[in-house]
């Protein structure tokens, strides 16, 4: 069992950067692959990012490539999103995610997840 606690969400302006951070603790985060997913009101919850279990190898939904970067520190137990050139659309609940199946998207396919940090992007 692994727990996720997320941090670094806040209000920002449009074209603005934050980074996110999900602390992991209880049995070991790098046996996992870590994901980002994110929920703006009225809509499902998407997927955002995820990267390899022992870091490297990153794949991103199209509407954030190029912008977001996923990263990690297993040292640290901690996974980080970077989020550049942030959109009004970007605003959202970005959640952690943590599994086993590699390049997964769909959000079956992480048996953990933290509570949420609030984005919000003003125009």
């Known amino acids: 069992q692994v727990q996720l606690v997320e941090s670094g969400g806040g209000l920002v302006q449009a074209g603005d950067s934050l980074r996110l951070s999900c602390a992991a603790s209880g049995r070991t985060f790098s046996s996992y692959h870590a994901a980002w997913f994110r929920q703006a009101p009225g809509k499902e919850r998407e997927f955002v990012a995820t990267?390899?279990?022992?870091?490297?190898?990153?794949s991103y939904s199209d509407s954030v490539k190029g912008r977001f970067t996923i990263s990690r520190d297993n040292a640290k137990n901690t996974a980080y999103l970077q989020m550049n050139a942030l959109k009004p659309d970007d605003t959202a609940v970005y959640y952690c995610?943590?599994?086993?199946?590699?390049?997964?998207?769909?959000?079956?396919?992480?048996?953990?997840w933290g509570q949420g940090t609030q984005v919000t992007v003003s125009s």
């Open positions: 995610a943590a599994g086993t199946t590699w390049g997964a998207r769909a959000q079956s396919a992480y048996g953990h």
């Open positions: 990267i390899f279990r022992r870091g490297g190898l990153a």
